[in-house]
């Protein structure tokens, strides 16, 4: 099973911008559907984005609305989150995700996850 770790969170201001990456271990994440999920207080998890391993074209939620970016950087074998135009409602835990499928959308889909990272947005 894939190990993997995000890091790059923070608090940042409404409008700005932040970068989040995921270090896969133990095996190339090429082999894997990745995915960024987050989690918000008392709220359910949530798919983000995602690049399913064999189509290797990225999804997103409906929310993003063209303000994220996803991408492998496969020379250092980690997945990256570029988020601009942050609003104070991204406010949450943002996890890594991978599994085996050829595709994902919901958490349940996912066999390894991160500790998560956290984004914090203010007004």
């Known amino acids: 099973q894939v190990d993997v770790a995000e890091s790059g969170g923070g608090l940042v201001q409404a409008g700005g911008s932040l970068r989040l990456s995921c270090a896969v271990s133990r095996y190339t994440l090429e082999a894997y559907t990745m995915g960024w999920f987050r989690q918000a207080p008392g709220r359910e998890r949530e798919f983000v984005a995602g690049?399913?391993?064999?189509?290797?074209?990225?999804t997103y939620a409906n929310f993003v609305q063209g303000r994220f970016t996803i991408s492998k950087d496969s020379a250092k074998n980690t997945l990256e989150l570029e988020m601009s135009n942050l609003r104070p409602d991204d406010t949450a835990v943002y996890y890594c995700?991978?599994?085996?499928?050829?595709?994902?959308?919901?958490?349940?889909?996912?066999?390894?996850w991160g500790q998560g990272t956290q984004v914090t947005v203010s007004s």
């Open positions: 995700a991978a599994t085996f499928r050829a595709y994902g959308s919901s958490p349940s889909e996912y066999d390894s």
């Open positions: 690049i399913p391993r064999i189509t290797g074209e990225a």
